[in-house]
């Protein structure tokens, strides 16, 4: 009598180990890690350079800034403010004129900014609203004015100086990079490792044609 064909069991560990879920959990919080790491970092270094990198006056009225440096500058409007122990705290749209004139006594020429910056820092908010070339670093004088229709007693602060854009896309760029990374690399650890180890599964049982099981009488 001829026995009817049986499935040979392999006993052997299925390929790849099930740690690889584990690696791929781990890439995933690690990116994660990563960009929470690098976020704080580079808005502490913005936040730093705008609670301290920037030369204040406070407006309306006369008033000087030291800028340290020559090219490109932009004057901020700090609607919410601390300087020299007086709190501001003042409307966003606050409509004014400004002069500023460089340490030769020459009048600068301020441009409209293109876009919008905007910033929220350690009790300072403000927004750019206006952008110049410096000649030369040195004291500049400030004068600004409030225009009819504004309240009398509103106060403000100004700030000057340089705030990179390529720096805050770097910034945000060292947040999202990270974390799309991380998520992919895991998600293409984790698919290889679910298709090799289903498809192990299938082959460890199996029934080859015309072929018969051992002691088979």
């Known amino acids: ?11 052997e560990p299925l390929r790849p180990r099930w740690w690889w879920y584990l690696v791929a959990a781990i890439v995933a919080i690690g990116g994660i890690v990563f960009a929470i790491y690098d976020g ?4 502490q270094g913005i936040s730093h350079k705008v609670s301290t990198g920037f030369a204040r006056v406070a407006a309306p009225g006369e008033g000087t800034v030291h800028i340290d440096h020559a090219g490109s500058q932009s004057v ?3 609607y919410k403010s601390t300087l020299d122990g007086e709190h501001f705290d003042a409307p966003k749209g606050v409509h004014f004129r400004l ?4 340490p030769d006594g020459n009048d600068v020429h301020l441009d409209n900014p293109t876009g919008e910056m905007t910033y929220t820092f350690n009790g300072n908010a403000g927004s750019r609203v206006f952008k110049f070339d410096a ?4 004291d500049y004088k400030v004068q600004s004015v409030l225009e009819p229709g504004e309240s009398p007693d509103t106060r403000f602060v100004l700030a000057f100086g340089y705030l990179d854009v390529s720096r805050l896309v770097g910034t945000i760029l060292s947040v999202v990079l990270p974390l799309i990374g991380g998520f992919v690399l895991a998600l293409v650890i984790f698919l290889v ?4 180890r289903g498809r192990a599964e299938s082959a460890r049982s199996f ?4 072929v018969q099981p051992p002691f088979a009488g």
């Open 99 to 102: 002069r500023v004139t460089d």
């Open 193 to 196: 490792t679910l298709i090799r």
């Open 207 to 210: 029934t080859p044609p015309g």
């Open 40 to 43: 704080v970092q580079g808005f």
């Open 135 to 138: 000649p030369e670093a040195g």
């Open 1 to 11: 009598m001829t026995a009817a064909p049986s499935s040979f069991v392999i006993d």
């Open 76 to 78: 901020f409007y700090e």
